[in-house]
């Protein structure tokens, strides 16, 4: 196939980024341009262009510790339409078993000519110990409840799509807030942005702690409902708690589950928004998540021209 031309426009000198840690650190400007940049892309495959020649020669490698879809693949096929080899790395099957460390497996993958590493672990601060290992670019793809950039930036440019802007604009994180890296992202890239942000979920989920990254917080889906544009639906992560913190998960949907009821009290333009993986009927009903206001699955395909402005913006621009 022939690689499409593509007009990515100016890089800023303030860009001076080599890894995509947090959102904490990035600045207003420079999430602005990863979804100016986004954009570009995004227009660029909607028009059907899906390769391009913009770091051949570069290699990329997925080191994922935990199981993941839409990251992973989107990461995967991001590098491939930028014309990066790809380096797929197995954790169960690796040498990890043999008592190597995840620095040792890490120096030695990089080693190989390596210019990224994407790497999810469920321990906060593995990239960031990475990043202070490895000479090539580190890229979090999420550790543990910490943070999940990319998840953040292409959540806030779905909302941007479809209401052109950030500012002012009320965004509600609403489940298991306490284990959500989602969360963590969503909060300190809205912020900057300028939107007013509501966590809200059952007080074991969400701590008044919330409150000091100035977002408010709910304990009642339905009294926020009226006054939000975006309700953002994040998982509860079973797999993250040692014990349940409601009484069932039926419970847990009677009060939080996004239905056909509860829309009917959102405004009309509401944007329903959830990372993935769903759980049908726990956070949301599969008539709401399939419906018109769900823009679940543009998020995912904005997540591939998020990854390609990352992955350009890394190592494309030096
Ligand atoms: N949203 C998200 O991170 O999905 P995966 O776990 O499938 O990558």
Redesign the pocket.
Known sequence: MACAQIDLGEVPDFWKRRHLLTLEELTAEEITLILDKASIFRQAIAEGQRKFSLLVGKTCVNLFFE??????NSFALAARRLGADMLDFSASTSSLSKGETLIDTAKNIEAMGVDAVIIRHSTPGTPKLLSENLRCSVINA?DGPHE?PT?GLLDILTVRQRFGRIEGLTVALVGDIAHSR?ARSNIWGLKKLGAHVIVCGPSTLVSPRWRELGVETSYSLDDILPRVDVLNLLRIQFERQSRRPFPSVREYALLYAMDRQRLARTKPHILILA???INRGVEVTPDVADGPQSAILDQVTNGVAVRMAVLWLLLGNR
Do not use: A, E, F, L
Request: glycine share 16%; net charge positive; charged share 15%.
């Open positions: 199981n993941s879809t839409r990251t992973r999420g999940h998840q989602t990372p993935g993986p």
